[in-house]
């Protein structure tokens, strides 16, 4: 359970606000190891297709709110067209892992496919970018809007700022042309 607004308790309950949270149901331990050996297999089934010479290792990696998470990570020789251009061929194959899982165990079941350690080294990089624009637009008094990123991206840089004390963050645009503004307070 993660609380997404916390509320405001008013005299009386006039103007009162209710908090928003957001709650998310436990896979048992058996259902995602199921899931992840299935995963595994199409995996390695989909590389072999296109191919492509490739390992495919389990592996737990830290997500940015802390929590451990059970991830494919796919090693070899010469892999960049796995990744594809700021991760979109990667994301686009977990996506595709995801579905046909989901749809094997008929229930959503969270995947995390990784290419060498890329998701580690954009985490880092994207963090390392946050809080170097953080401190020109503190220097500086301008407001920064970042390139285009998908949701995933624009969460890191989010929660790399969030408890800056002069610069917030705010995702402005839609769809793909969506971006990250970093302003003083």
């Known amino acids: 359970m993660v609380v997404v607004k916390k509320g405001k308790a008013r005299f009386l309950g006039l103007g009162s606000e209710e908090t928003t949270i957001r709650v998310t149901r436990r896979q048992s331990e058996a259902t995602v190891q199921e899931a992840v050996t299935l995963a595994k297999d199409v995996l390695e089934k989909l590389l072999s297709l296109m191919k492509v ?17 059970i991830a494919l990570d796919i090693t070899g020789d010469d892999l960049g067209i796995l990744i594809g251009r700021r991760g979109q061929t990667l994301f686009s194959l977990q996506y595709l892992i995801y579905l046909i899982v989901s749809h094997q165990m008929q229930d959503r079941v969270p995947i ?74």
């Open 53 to 69: 010479s490739a390992t495919v290792n389990e592996k737990e990696i830290s997500s940015p709110e802390g929590e451990t998470r």
């Open 112 to 185: 995390i496919i990784d290419v060498e350690g890329y998701r580690e080294r954009r985490q880092e990089a994207l963090t390392r970018l946050a809080i170097g624009i953080a401190e020109s637009v503190a220097a500086s008094g301008q407001s920064v809007d970042l390139e285009p990123m998908p949701p995933n991206e624009r969460r890191i840089i989010h929660l790399a700022l969030q408890d800056h004390s002069v610069v917030t963050t705010e995702s402005v645009g839609e769809g793909e042309a969506r971006k990250v503004t970093i302003k003083k307070q």
